[in-house]
């Protein structure tokens, strides 16, 4: 009896996973969910089945994650139910989450691909996903530990959400310690990738379209670019230093040193605090009024961002 395929990226925001995800739903026969609230057909479904469990979880940047409990079980539930034809939630929370997972799989074969840049700095998603490959015996699965440099990583979320860098950086810290330890846990189902090889050639995927039963033959080489490489290094407003334990674990992943230096000034903590603060001023449901961005200033400034 063949099996169902599940392929899983697990990456920090702004890492390229909307861009793996498109690639290979393009060239490598994958469906992912239709229906979700959230953008780029991304379900948290692991982070969700954590917040059901009561499992412990951390604050994340610029994210309803952790979600509450009964939140999370509703979002779950209408998740199923939206992308799975006539289906009925059964009573017990882990039969939910493991049962439903299998359904997704069955449902959207031969391979079910999702990605939720909420999971890889949340352990006990990852211990989640973990006891599901262990236990759906009828589902064969990938995960792709998505990874990009720490400064490109950080400067894409500051120039979006105008995030603040300290706290990304700490979030992108968590993040790539849990892929070292989940690699030593599950070993070849987990194939580590760089962005900047990834969209230098599609020969760093061989394993996941081995997986998927294509070649990186099949797929478009001119398909990904390289345009969003070190784009920090050309803004001089971005005053951001990694600190020096980013930089090892980034050496670790084969980061050059050079690449991830960056030089800064002196009114940089002005600069990043007032762009926050206009950011969230100018959000909607947020005060209008011109004290906005000074109210959040003198907020910011008496806590340890």
Known sequence: MPHEKSIIILSEKSSGSSACQNLLAKFANIKHVSKTRHFYNETLYWTKAASILGKPQLNMVDSEVPIEREKARIDLVSLLKDNLDDYVPPQRDKELIMEGWRLLCKKHSPIFLEKSPHHLCQWSAIELIIECIRNVNDVDFLLI?????????????????????????????????????????????????????????????????????????????????????????????????????????????????????????????????????????????????????????????????
């Open 145 to 305: 530990g998505l990874i990009r440099n720490p400064m490109d990583t950080l400067y894409s979320q500051y120039k979006r959400w105008k995030s603040p860098p300290e706290k990304v950086e700490k979030q992108w810290l968590v993040a790539y310690e849990n892929l070292l330890r989940l690699k030593d846990l599950i070993g070849d189902q987990l194939v580590i990738v760089r962005y900047e090889d990834m969209v230098s050639s599609l020969e760093y995927l061989e394993p996941v379209f081995r997986f998927c039963e294509v070649t990186a033959r099949a797929a478009d080489k001119a398909y990904l670019h390289q345009k969003s490489l070190q784009k920090w290094k050309n803004d001089k407003l971005f005053g951001f230093v990694l600190s020096p334990e980013t930089i090892d674990l980034a050496e670790k992943y084969g980061y050059q040193r050079d690449k991830l230096i960056n030089d800064t000034y002196l009114l940089w903590p002005v600069v990043r605090k007032v762009a926050r603060a206009a950011y969230m001023a100018a959000r909607p449901m947020k005060t209008k009024s011109f004290l906005a961005p000074i109210i959040y200033i003198w907020r910011q400034s008496r806590c340890s961002c």
